[in-house]
């Protein structure tokens, strides 16, 4: 372990991280990881890495916050984990035997975090219209069975797997609006809470198989949290008093942004 990386601007960078995911509630992933590469140069694998242990130790604060108010269901976080569990070992079995410093495999994850960001942004701004044609395309069909129920979502955790371990994004936005479509009866907060539970274990997975093959800049990891632990904080003081409206556009516009760069090359 060294910390020769540490680096005052990484903390600046965690702090402002941190107090718009207190702001929005937006996984720090979908900000933390781009502005490591297109700010700071960090490699994209090291960047993905970093990330996911970073958002371990963050997420599993919230984890505590929502345990104590009861607000997550076990049977869901246990599907999400019986999917993405799995693929999350493939995906970092997969990342260790490829040259991850390859101009390809840094290729395939800067396309894919564009991608995904993209994502994103446009579940940030249209979440409820999302909702409300789901809604409406269900109609009065047959509800479907909770074997069928329990089904798709081992799916969606098997692909929730493979995208945070190979981007770090994919956990917040897009999997809490599925889980909105497939869990339409349960409260928004106890889909959130569980969302964030499972997301703990697949980060600490991802983040612990990244650092066996030599991906962790703990420097770099350790200024981040620095800034971002106070900025949760602020960002969660500051949540009430402002317009979260309006900062989700912005931030939906910011990742739009973002992800053009990543993609553009």
């Given amino acids: 372990m060294t910390l020769s990386s540490f680096d005052p601007l990484y903390s600046l960078s965690g702090l402002l991280v941190g107090a718009l995911v207190g702001i929005t509630g937006v996984g720090g992933g979908s900000l933390m990881t781009p502005i490591l590469v297109l ?8 960047a993905v890495g970093t990330d996911l242990l970073y ?8 984890t505590a916050v929502h345990g104590i108010h009861g607000r997550i269901n076990w049977r ?3 599907c999400l984990a019986a999917g993405s569990v799995p693929a999350a070992l493939l995906m970092l079995w997969l990342m260790a035997g490829v040259d991850r410093k390859s101009i390809e495999v840094a290729h395939t994850i800067t396309t894919a975090l564009g991608w995904l960001l993209v994502m994103t942004a ?4 249209f979440r409820r219209q999302v909702l409300d044609f789901a809604k409406r395309s269900i109609g009065d069909r047959r509800p479907m069975r909770p074997a069928t129920i ?8 098997l692909a929730l797997g493979v995208l945070v371990t ?28 569980s969302d964030i539970v499972h997301a ?24 981040l949290l620095l800034g971002s632990i106070p900025g949760i904080i602020i960002g969660s003081l500051l949540a009430p008093k402002l317009h979260e409206r309006t900062i989700r556009i912005v931030l939906a516009l910011t990742l739009a942004v973002v992800a053009w760069k990543l993609l553009a090359g």
């Fill in 150 to 157: 329990s089904i798709l979502t081992v799916l969606l955790g």
């Fill in 76 to 78: 869901v976080v246990g």
């Fill in 122 to 125: 446009f579940m940030l701004v």
């Fill in 200 to 223: 703990v274990p697949l980060t600490l997975i991802g983040g612990m198989g990244y650092w066996m093959i030599g991906e962790i800049d703990w420097g770099m990891l350790l200024a």
């Fill in 39 to 46: 700010l700071f140069g960090v490699h994209p694998a090291t």
């Fill in 55 to 62: 958002a371990a130790v963050t997420k599993s604060a919230g």
């Fill in 166 to 193: 190979l981007t770090s994004v994919g956990a917040g936005a897009l999997g809490v609006t599925v889980l909105l479509i497939l869990y339409p009866r349960l409260d928004v907060r106890e889909i959130v809470g």
